[in-house]
């Protein structure tokens, strides 16, 4: 079975060329025109990855894409015309896992759809499998069977590529990564002015497993060299 990748534009051109561009590479495409119609689907329908344009009626997709993380961890990128990085930086930082500029190269945009996909299958559905693996520091669990990251016994909601970050960190505690060296080993591609996306990312995880993110005690910025995760006293 195909996976199932849901296209969100207003513009009816643009998704039909999407929905093309992804129907060639073997992907099942489902069509929505606005951020409310993309959340019926959504419900309805069991989609793998998100498409999402940011200017849209009823409901933009940034909106939108606050919705979905509310319920799903499934990969979105968001496609945009707008391409400054402050854009992109508000993107990712509301639960993106990509953002692509129009006009996009279709290319590169199946290869990105691809590589999102394939990091999803390979970290697994989260609601799936008994935990096997696990890894603690702390008052952090993860499962690597599940993947799924908890603290203090309560899972904590990542996304997709925040799950791969959080994975990298916990299996190499104490270990110091530059910004470049994650973003190869998560996103799977070389790194060009990658320092803005993994610390947005590195942001958004820290609010969601810190006690307190201004002052964190596990991801720690090691300055001029990277992040890491520091290994805690047992039981802390």
């Known amino acids: ?6 296209v969100v534009d207003d513009d009816r051109e643009i998704v039909k060329a999407i929905s093309i ?8 495409v489902l069509k929505a025109y606005d951020g409310l119609q993309a959340l019926d689907i959504l419900a309805s329908r069991q989609v793998r990855l998100v498409l999402i344009d940011v200017m849209m009626p009823k409901l933009d997709g940034l909106s939108a894409l606050m919705r979905i993380r509310e319920k799903q961890n ?3 990128i968001v496609l945009s015309a707008k391409s400054e990085d402050s854009d992109k930086v508000l993107g990712l930082s509301m639960g993106a896992d990509d953002y692509v500029a129009k006009p996009y190269n279709p290319q590169e945009l199946a290869a990105r759809v691809k590589s999102q996909l394939r990091r999803y299958t390979c970290l ?6 008994n935990r096997v693996g696990e890894i603690r520091n702390g008052r952090l669990l993860y499962s690597t069977d599940e993947k799924i990251l908890y603290a203090d016994g309560e899972p904590v909601k990542l996304t997709p590529t925040e799950t791969k970050i959080v994975e990298l960190f916990m299996r190499n505690q104490g270990r110091v990564f530059p910004a470049e060296e994650i973003y190869r080993r998560v996103w799977e591609e070389e790194a060009f002015a990658s320092e803005n996306t993994v610390m947005v990312h590195i942001r958004r995880i ?8 201004k002052e964190p005690e ?3 910025v090691v300055w001029g060299i990277g992040y890491k995760m520091e290994k805690q006293e047992k039981g802390n």
Do not use: Q, T
């Open 1 to 6: 079975m195909s996976d199932c990748v849901l």
């Open 206 to 213: 820290r609010e969601k497993l810190e006690l307190n993110p």
């Open 21 to 28: 561009l992804l129907e060639g590479e073997g992907y099942e």
């Open 124 to 129: 697994g559905d989260i609601h799936a499998g």
């Open 218 to 220: 596990y991801i720690k």
């Open 74 to 76: 499934i990969p979105v």
